[in-house]
């Protein structure tokens, strides 16, 4: 996509809301953070459409962040390997290795698993989506997009990865299940239990509340630090998710119909949904 189809696209959404029209290309580019809040921090953008790749990389670069790209997903495994980013900006569609099968294989890999991941792509359908969230993607941006949105994301799920822990204990148990909090590590029993970055945040805020019932609005401020406007189908697919992992477990997270989830201490509970 040519830049001056993305300038279109958000001054169009400029008109449709009736917000202040950017005059230059200039007022576009301008990002609100200053370069040096964000320094050291590294981001990889893989996406095959180049001029996608220089106007987010020319935002990313303003706001202070490292950037590295890349439009041949078939070397992007190579160069996030190498580059080692703390997070990654990832296209879905893409020829020979689509972005989907990227994430997959960077979740596989001990120092990437746990990066925080953002699809950004023109597939915006809710089971796209969900697929996304499936594969192990933290967020997800549809094209056409703003790219200062987009910035404002990278900045949340950064410093949501940097945050000090939610209590001052290094570990949390519920039944079988325990938090390594210090090592980032989640166990049923005996057994290790892969998690994402998101994943562990959103069990450890569960298991930090026992008992309490939060609302899907309250997860994803806390856990995605969105609004609550924000599609609450997100936190269903990451409680499935986690269900599944925790195996018979996973009946300690108890879903309170049209309210959101808690976790309980008894497996015995009756579901509410």
Request: net charge positive; with cysteine; proline share 4%.
């Amino acid at each position: 996509m040519h830049p001056a189809s993305l300038v279109q696209q958000l001054c169009d959404r400029g008109n449709s809301t009736g917000n202040h029209l950017p005059e230059s290309i200039f007022e576009i580019l301008a990002v609100e953070t200053p370069p040096a809040q964000n320094k050291g921090q590294k981001v990889l953008v893989v996406d095959d459409e180049p001029d996608v790749v220089e106007l987010v990389a020319y935002h990313l670069k303003n706001s202070g962040f490292r950037v590295r790209t890349v439009t041949d997903p078939t070397t992007s495994i190579e160069r996030a390997r190498s580059f080692l980013p703390h997070l990654v900006i990832l296209d879905i569609m893409m020829p020979d290795l689509n972005g989907t099968q990227i994430c997959r294989i960077l979740r596989s890999d001990p120092q990437l698993k746990n990066i925080p991941i953002i699809f950004l792509t023109a597939r915006g359908e809710e089971a796209d989506r969900i697929r996304g969230f499936e594969a192990g993607c933290d967020d997800y941006v549809s094209k056409p997009f703003s790219v200062k949105e987009l910035v404002l994301r990278v900045k949340s799920k950064l410093r949501r990865a940097g945050e000090p822990d939610l209590d001052e204990t290094k570990r949390l148990q519920v039944g079988r299940i325990a938090l390594d909090l210090e090592r980032h590590k989640a166990s049923v029993g005996k057994r290790s239990v892969e998690l994402t970055l998101t994943e562990f945040k959103l069990l450890q805020l569960l298991m930090a509340r026992l008992g309490h019932v939060l609302t899907r609005e309250v997860l994803l401020v806390q856990v995605w630090n969105y609004q609550a406007e924000i599609e609450t189908r997100t936190v269903d697919t990451f409680i499935r998710r986690l269900r599944q992992k925790l195996g018979s477990e996973g009946a300690r997270i108890e879903t309170i119909r049209g309210v959101g989830y808690r976790m309980v201490e008894s497996k015995d509970h009756r579901q509410s949904s």
